[in-house]
């Protein structure tokens, strides 16, 4: 595979992590997370997306335990076609179940509460999604 740039994004109906991650380094950096009450997350991930040459959107999908689709996985699927008809790159959905309660421990290993912290939660569970995906690649 040709050298791409890649964002990950761990989408929540309040807030949105973002992380940025190459298909050469296959490293994913945590970016950012954006209040999604307070802006127009699809303007904000497609300056992302133009300012660090985006070329993949790996979005985390949450399945149930069953490995079904549930409600939240419905909004990301509506996420993910608003992104499409405003952003000409390909969007991947990738499994997140349990990124969210690793990013929690991660924040807990800190010595931080991960209940005052939601915004790093957001951003690393997007870190987290992006690195598995960046992990499969051969």
């Known amino acids: ?11 929540g109906e309040a807030r949105i992590g973002l992380a940025i ?10 970016l950012k997370t954006i209040n999604a009450r307070n802006s127009d997350p699809i303007q904000e991930i ?10 993949i959107i790996v979005i ?10 549930g409600r939240l996985a419905g909004l990301v699927e509506e ?6 008809q405003e952003i000409d790159v390909e969007i991947v959905f990738w499994d997140e179940r349990f990124t969210s309660v690793m990013a929690e421990d991660v924040i807990r290993q800190t010595g931080q509460k991960p209940s005052r912290r ?3 939660v957001d951003m690393l569970a997007a870190h987290l999604i992006l690195q598995e995906y960046l992990n499969s690649l051969d």
């Open 46 to 55: 497609k300056k992302v997306v133009a300012e660090r040459g985006v070329d």
């Open 21 to 30: 991650g190459d298909t050469d380094l296959k490293i994913a950096l945590p």
């Open 118 to 120: 939601k915004h790093k």
């Open 60 to 69: 985390g999908m949450p399945l149930l335990l069953s490995g079904e689709k």
């Open 79 to 84: 996420f993910a076609e608003k992104l499409r």
């Open 1 to 11: 595979m040709a050298h791409k740039v890649v964002l990950g994004i761990d989408f």
